[in-house]
């Protein structure tokens, strides 16, 4: 089972084309993978409201994670900010207006040039909701598509204060799956955590462990202590790569950050997009098939 291109906007140094490039992320590529999106409620061309919604594994019923973007500019934006929309009036949706917690989705080519290269969309053959997009080598959004999480209620919302349970972020060009409030914080505390893979091997073990390619994990809340499994990634296009002899075992590095691109492996036969740059560390893999693409 493998990622295939489903899309490309075409970098030719004009800027434009990371506003084609975001429209095409959220107004089309998202909804066809199950996320909703819609228009900012200020009207502005250069934002969008979304969000994805799966069914709670531990009260049952939905439950959503809601955000929403702004790159700034139709024509010169060099990164696109992503917020909780935690704060509504009447539906969630309708506010986007609250700063609380940010990430952000960087592409300035101008000072890494791994940015100045084509948008990628891809597609997994075997989890239709998964999205992926890449420039060069480098991951800008993950999101596995899960159909159930454990999310965390501890308590009401009803808008007029900050979402205090669990909102689970895609992962940008900061390397990380990452998630906010309950259950490590209250939903004001402006503080993003990450979600780290499993399992973790601890320094009396670590560098006796052979070459693993992990299928079927968890990715855990944590923060200096593990608070259990938010979800599963259950496909064996995404793998959770762990070098043989590890010499540093933090699940907190499994992509690189915004200022290194991701590598391409060439293991068993298959090509992989490596998130994390240092093979010191552990890292999401995706599987790219068995001929080298062009990633240019």
């Given at each position: 089972m493998t990622w295939t291109l489903a899309n490309a906007v075409?970098?030719?140094?004009?800027?434009?084309?990371?506003?084609?490039?975001?429209?095409?992320?959220?107004?089309?590529?998202?909804?066809?993978?199950?996320?909703?999106?819609?228009a900012h409620p200020d009207g502005s061309s250069?934002?969008?409201?979304?969000?994805?919604?799966?069914?709670?594994?531990?009260?049952?019923?939905?439950?959503?994670?809601?955000?929403?973007?702004?790159?700034?500019?139709?024509?010169?934006?060099?990164?696109?900010?992503?917020y909780e929309d935690a704060t509504y009036t009447t539906t969630p949706g309708d506010l986007a207006t609250d700063t609380t917690n940010t990430k952000t989705i960087q592409y300035d080519e101008s000072i890494y040039a791994f940015y100045g290269f084509d948008w990628r969309f891809w597609t997994s053959d075997e989890e239709p909701s998964a999205t992926l997009v890449t420039r060069n080598k480098k991951v800008m959004w993950y999101h596995p598509g899960f159909s159930s999480a454990a999310f965390i209620q501890?308590?009401?919302?009803?808008?007029?204060?900050?979402?205090?349970?669990?909102?689970?972020?895609?992962?940008?060009?900061?390397?990380?799956?990452?998630?906010?409030?309950?259950?490590?914080?209250?939903g004001d505390s402006g503080v993003e955590y990450i979600i780290?893979?499993?399992?973790?091997?601890?320094?009396?073990?670590?560098?006796?462990?052979?070459?693993?390619?992990?299928?079927?994990?968890g990715m855990?809340?944590?923060t200096s202590i593990d608070f259990g499994p938010a979800f599963f990634i259950n496909q064996s296009d995404v793998r959770y790569h762990?070098?043989?002899?590890?010499?540093?075992?933090?699940?907190?590095?499994?992509?690189?950050?915004?200022?290194?691109?991701?590598?391409?492996?060439?293991?068993?036969?298959?090509?992989?997009?490596?998130?994390?740059?240092?093979?010191?560390?552990?890292?999401?893999?995706?599987?790219?098939?068995t001929t080298e693409p062009d990633l240019t």
């Open positions: 075409t970098w030719t140094g004009d800027r434009a084309a990371n506003d084609t490039a975001m429209e095409y992320l959220f107004d089309t590529y998202l909804p066809s993978k199950g996320w909703f999106t819609g250069f934002k969008r409201v979304f969000s994805y919604s799966a069914t709670d594994s531990l009260q049952g019923g939905i439950w959503a994670s809601y955000f929403w973007a702004d790159w700034s500019s139709a024509t010169i934006s060099t990164q696109c900010s992503i501890t308590g009401t919302w009803d808008g007029t204060v900050d979402n205090p349970n669990t909102c689970i972020w895609p992962m940008f060009t900061d390397g990380a799956m990452a998630q906010t409030n309950a259950p490590t914080l209250p780290s893979p499993q399992p973790y091997y601890g320094n009396f073990y670590q560098d006796l462990m052979p070459e693993i390619f992990f299928t079927n994990f855990n809340y944590y762990v070098p043989a002899g590890l010499s540093i075992s933090s699940r907190s590095f499994y992509g690189s950050g915004s200022t290194l691109n991701g590598i391409l492996m060439l293991a068993n036969g298959r090509y992989w997009i490596r998130t994390q740059s240092d093979t010191n560390y552990p890292s999401l893999i995706f599987d790219l098939g």
